[in-house]
T-cell receptor, first 114, second 111 residues
């Protein structure tokens, strides 16, 4: 059973296109996250949601828009893709917001913008 | 703000060698500390964690002790295996509801 799943696993697209990445967790967690990992493996949080409410919105271009239709899903829509958006995007979830909670990561979506 | 500094890699060891990956942190309050591991082509998974000072986290032969006096959480393993080859991330969970990650350390273990 996959705990945190993401689709698609790979995404190759042209500059200027709009694309979405979907994330689902079946752990019954209240909190979900999006991270971006660059080519040097540096990992940075983008957004977090708790019970469908936006909690963290880091300095991310407003071309990136998260949407949480329910507690089990957190999707990421990206408008007008740019070359610099090429990265691996990870979804994660945790039981709650408390800082001692373990986060469970999905397998990642490898986005390449040409 | 919160920050994590971990030793830069890559680290290359022979099988059965001793491993240390250093991690120090800066934080307000009393954070939780984590080590996550990322195997090639996969997402991150928790390796171990400690939620208060002097706690020792351990898993799969890896250990790390939360040292408040030196603000450190160094990862150690007495005898590494080829299957331990991965990227290791030190992370801090603080009062701002997010994990702050170090830059990651690539470990390669040769047979």
């Amino acid at each position: 059973d996959t705990a945190v799943s993401q689709t698609p696993k790979y995404l190759v697209t042209q500059m200027g296109n709009d694309k979405s990445i979907k994330c689902e967790q079946n752990l019954g967690h209240d909190t979900m996250y999006w991270y971006k990992q660059d080519s040097k493996k540096f990992l940075k949080i983008m957004f977090s949601y708790n019970n469908k409410e936006l909690i963290i919105n880091e300095t991310v271009p407003n071309r990136f828009s998260p949407k949480s239709p329910d507690k089990a899903h957190l999707n990421l829509h990206i408008n007008s893709l740019e070359l610099g958006d090429s990265a691996v995007y990870f979804c994660a979830s945790s039981r709650g917001l408390e800082w001692q909670e373990t986060q469970y990561f999905g397998p990642g979506t490898r986005l390449l913008v040409l | 703000g919160d920050s994590v500094t971990q030793m830069e890699g890559p680290v290359t060891l022979s099988e059965e060698a001793f491993l240390t990956i250093n991690c120090t942190y800066t934080a307000t309050g009393y954070p939780s500390l984590f080590w996550y591991v990322q195997y090639p082509g996969e997402g991150l998974q928790l390796l171990l964690k400690a939620t208060k000072a002097d706690d020792k986290g351990s898993n799969k032969g890896f250990e790390a002790t939360y040292r408040k006096e030196t603000t450190s959480f160094h990862l150690e393993k007495g005898s590494v295996q080829v299957s331990d080859s991965a990227v290791y991330f030190c992370a801090l969970g603080g009062s701002n509801y997010k994990l702050t990650f170090g830059k990651g350390t690539l470990l390669t273990v040769n047979p």
